[in-house]
């Protein structure tokens, strides 16, 4: 059996979020494709999830082998717990959104999520497999514009730097250019996210 971990990062509600309509018909298929499997859902807006304080970061550098009653390492524990990943975030201002990097301060822990060792940094989250689900309002699939998309390129950047080189990305492009086919740009993405969750 498998544990994944459903991330969400989107400020909308269920019904508007164009992000959430695809990654939740990926989560829908995922669970008819793998009745065993456990899936945790984590919403960081419900969660509230903030920017690292100084005392948070003081909890984080007393880092010791025993530290399972520390509040500030529970998300990196429950990431380096978890065997999928399915994250679900628009491009915002060219990069994630704010809430979202925040989330990656708290898991990209050191001796929890990756360590050091005299040849460099070396991730612990190997044997792992992620999808990363996303929408833009432009089209960042070539030339500059995929240059400066910052995103999907920072999440697939810093989950391999903790182990997680199996990265797979769902993009529903284009979605605020004017005479695009909305509906159907999501719905090409949908169908791309229900094949992927069968055999991911």
């Not at 992000?19 to 829908?28: L, M, P, W």
């Not at 970061?57 to 529970?74: F, G, H, I, W, Y």
Request: charged share 25%.
């Amino acid at each position: 059996m498998s544990k994944v971990l459903y991330i969400k990062a989107n400020a909308k509600p269920e019904g508007l979020s164009r992000t959430y309509k695809i990654a939740d018909e990926f989560i829908e298929s995922y669970k008819k494709n793998h009745p065993s499997d456990e899936v945790i859902t984590l919403d960081l807006y419900k969660e509230g999830i903030d920017s690292l304080s100084v005392e948070d970061l003081q909890k984080l550098r007393a880092n010791t082998e025993d530290n399972s009653d520390n509040p500030v390492m529970k998300y990196a524990y429950q990431f380096l717990e978890a065997d999928k990943y399915v994250l679900a975030e628009p491009l915002w201002n060219l990069g994630v959104p704010a809430i979202l990097k925040a989330y990656i301060d708290y898991i990209c822990v050191a001796n929890v999520t990756f360590k050091y060792t005299a040849e460099g940094p070396v991730g612990l989250c190997k044997d792992k497999k992620a999808v990363n689900i996303t929408s833009r309002g432009g089209d960042y699939t070539s030339g500059f514009m995929a240059e400066i998309e910052m995103g999907d390129k920072y999440l697939k950047t810093i989950l391999g730097f903790m182990g997680v080189t199996d990265y797979t990305t769902i993009a529903a492009n284009q979605l605020d250019v004017i005479g695009q086919d909305i509906d159907g740009i999501v719905g090409k993405a949908i169908e791309e996210a229900k094949n992927l969750a069968k055999e991911f």
